[in-house]
């Protein structure tokens, strides 16, 4: 059964600090890998698919990882703004099907 | 095309009433989820479509639970005779067949249940 951990639950960190969240999984047969940002109450928005082939991808300050064989995954997050402050889930499809699970996410503070 | 949408935004209704929800996908997309989300968890699956075929429910949704994408096209998530834990964000996603190369998942922003 495919379980997504992510740690640590809650972070707070200065404006300007460079972050690492944490993504883990537990079937390393996945076939891409998924970040999110959300809001408070409100959807998900895509930030970064990583396809299983893949070791990273990045966009703007974001950059995400992937290590299939180790089930890890980790969002870097580069310069972080005040407006970076959002809960960010990761999520893995469940075989060929693209249905989601995913992790509790992490939510994230960056102070001025 | 925005997006997907979501509708309505939020519904408050009490134990025992029947809701309905409303969800348009992109409209090129053939595939269309349906998810809850409790607060401070991560979204969980409950139903999938290809086209109009349903795929798959969750073993979360009970018999009480029905979802219909009649046309293909725009979807629907009913309950009956709701409870109060059925308070959560229901979410509604959508993307092209898996393996046919995009395959990001899109999400609408949801609709807010509470039952009172």
């Known amino acids: 059964k495919q379980e997504v951990t992510q740690i640590p639950a809650a972070l707070s960190v200065p404006e300007g600090e460079n972050l690492v969240l944490n993504c883990s999984f537990t079937d390393s047969a996945i076939y891409n890998l998924q970040w999110f940002r959300q809001d408070p109450g409100k959807g998900l928005t895509s930030l970064l698919l990583i396809q299983s082939s893949q070791r990273e991808q990045t966009s703007g300050r974001l950059n995400a990882s992937l290590d299939k064989s180790s089930g890890r995954s980790t969002l870097y997050i580069a310069a972080s703004q005040p407006g970076d402050s959002a809960t960010y889930l990761c999520a893995v499809p469940l075989g060929n099907t693209g249905k989601l699970i995913f992790g509790q996410g992490t939510t994230l503070q960056v102070k001025p | 095309d925005t997006g997907v949408s979501q509708d309505p935004r939020h519904k408050i209704t009490k134990r025992g009433q029947n809701v309905t929800f409303r969800c348009d996908p992109i409209?090129?997309?053939?595939?269309l989820y349906w998810y809850r989300q409790t607060l401070g968890q991560g979204p969980e699956f409950l139903t999938y479509f290809q086209n109009e075929a349903q795929l798959e429910k969750s073993r979360l949704l009970s018999d009480r639970f029905s979802a219909e994408r009649p046309k293909g096209s725009f979807s629907t998530l009913e309950i009956q005779r709701t409870e109060q834990g059925d308070s959560a964000m229901y979410l509604c996603?959508?993307?092209?067949?898996?393996?046919?190369?995009?395959?990001?998942?899109?999400f609408g922003p949801g609709t807010r249940l509470l039952v009172l």
């Open positions: 409209s090129e997309h053939n595939r």
């Open positions: 996603a959508s993307s092209p067949t898996p393996g046919q190369g995009e395959e990001t998942q899109y």
